[in-house]
């Protein structure tokens, strides 16, 4: 059995569900890259009033590849619901806790990574207190993934540029993992949220450009209103290239299966099933393949203090990280 280096960059549920797939496949070694920049919820409040950084989407990579007990995993994934604490997750409120101690949010990860025995690693991609901004065609800006994820950006007379704000660059370890890995997979999740954040901080380019790995891409199954609608699997691609900056995807994976109509129409609101608008086997250099990719379940977990819609048709863990697993 020969053994693969696996990077998987992204965020939030979209890079969980991956993980908890690829964990099964004792033959890959994992190596989580998550974004830095989420300031909304629990995390939003701990960065405030701790100035700590954002540790949501690290908590949800490492509970993903933990080989620990139901109990400890489902401890760190526990949210208060009432009182002082209400709308905090316990492993939010550990790791930054960990980090006050260690006084290193890396050391924190690297504490967590040992007591809840993840098989792989969790990288930040950069270790700074960064934000995300927005700036409108209109010349409006919006600072804050927060505020980001709940604007009708298409309204606002669309994208002119994002940045993270302070300048930062690239974690030496993550670019490192990007340097030795034999498949790199990008998503899937929220486009301007989880992915973006990720793809434009300085060196990252630089990193895919370079490396020799396969570069994938999960297509999100669903378009999100106000930032993404009408997109293609081709306009999703082209879009993450352009932030990107270079044409570096081999691969783009996108689902062929629709969700139910009732399904469909029920959440309309929040958006529409990607589909593709052509019948070619590749755009540019990337290589698209279709497979049936989503969960025969719902899958809702929403908070009720949580400001920001989810959406609600998921990928399915076990049937992405077989797509997966066969191209890698």
């Not at 995993?73 to 006050?100: P, T, V, W």
């Not at 995300?132 to 540029?161: F, P, R």
């Amino acid at each position: 059995m020969s053994f693969k280096n696996i990077v998987v960059i992204g965020g939030g549920t979209g890079s969980f569900t991956v993980l908890s797939g690829l964990k099964v496949f004792r033959n890959l070694n994992l190596h989580a890259i998550v974004t830095m920049a989420d300031n909304g919820g629990s995390t939003g409040k701990l960065r405030d009033e701790l100035g700590v950084l954002p540790p949501g989407d690290a908590r949800q990579c490492l509970v993903a590849l933990a080989e620990s007990s139901d109990v400890l995993r489902d401890l760190f994934n526990y949210r208060f619901d009432s009182g002082e604490l209400s709308g905090h997750n316990f492993g939010n409120l550990f790791l930054s806790a960990l980090e006050k101690i260690t006084g290193n949010f890396e050391e924190a990860v690297k504490t967590a990574s040992a007591i809840l025995s993840i098989r792989g690693q969790v990288i930040p991609v950069t270790t700074e207190n960064i934000h995300l901004s927005m700036t409108l065609a209109n010349g409006e800006t919006l600072l804050g993934e927060s505020a980001i994820a709940t604007c009708d950006v298409i309204s606002h007379h669309k994208v002119s540029h994002i940045e993270l704000l302070p300048k930062t660059e690239i974690n030496p370890k993550a670019y490192d993992a990007i340097m030795k890995a034999d498949s790199v997979i990008i998503g899937p999740g929220n486009f301007y949220c989880s992915l973006v954040p990720a793809m434009i901080v300085p060196g990252m380019k630089e990193a895919l450009s370079k490396t020799s790995a396969q570069i994938i891409y999960n297509v999100n199954l669903m378009s999100k209103t106000g930032h993404s609608n009408g997109w293609s699997v081709e306009e999703h691609i082209q879009q993450l290239h352009r932030f990107i900056g270079a044409e570096v995807i081999d691969i783009a994976l996108y689902n062929t299966t629709h969700p139910n109509k009732d399904l469909i129409e029920r959440y309309k609101e929040e958006g529409l099933p990607v589909q593709r608008d052509t019948d070619t086997s590749y755009i540019g250099k990337t290589a698209l393949i279709g497979e049936d990719l989503i969960a025969d379940t719902l899958f809702i977990n929403q908070h009720k203090k949580d400001p920001i819609r989810r959406t609600f048709i998921r990928h399915d863990s076990l049937k992405l990280a077989e797509a997966l697993y066969r191209l890698i």
